[in-house]
Nanobody
Framework: QVYVVESGGGLVQAGGSLRLSCAAS????????MGWFRQAPGKERDFVAG????????DYADSIKGRFTASRDNAKNTMYLQMNSLKPEDTAVYYC???????????????????WGQGTQVTVSS
């Protein structure tokens, strides 16, 4: 089993920055990719960014390209999401997820991930 825990959410003004962290524990050797998703009230859980653990491929949703940067620290089994130029529409609960088993790409569908964190709230005020 793999466990993931997010941290770093909060309240920020539009144009500001936040950095989210996702720490994995347990059978971390089985992680093939990790992803960030977000869910606003009344909306579906959407893919934001993800990293394939072997090779380091990074994929982003079009809505955040150029503003958000995903990175990882393999030694710490931690993934980060640096969010710059935040907009009110970025307000959501942000979730971290881990995919176990082999993958040759960064999955962008929530059902492709096996372990989820509890989420961290990001609120961007206008």
């Amino acid at each position: 089993q793999v466990y993931v825990v997010e941290s770093g959410g909060g309240l920020v003004q539009a144009g500001g920055s936040l950095r989210l962290s996702c720490a994995a524990s347990g059978r971390t050797f089985s992680i093939s990719a990790m992803g960030w998703f977000r869910q606003a009230p009344g909306k579906e859980r959407d893919f934001v960014a993800g990293i394939r653990w072997s090779g380091g491929n990074v994929d982003y949703a079009d809505s955040i390209k150029g503003r958000f940067t995903a990175s990882r620290d393999n030694a710490k089994n931690t993934m980060y999401l640096q969010m710059n130029s935040l907009k009110p529409e970025d307000t959501a609960v942000y979730y971290c997820a881990a995919r176990l088993g082999r993958t040759w790409y960064v999955p962008q569908v929530a059902t492709s991930y096996d372990s989820w964190g509890q989420g961290t709230q990001v609120t961007v005020s206008s």
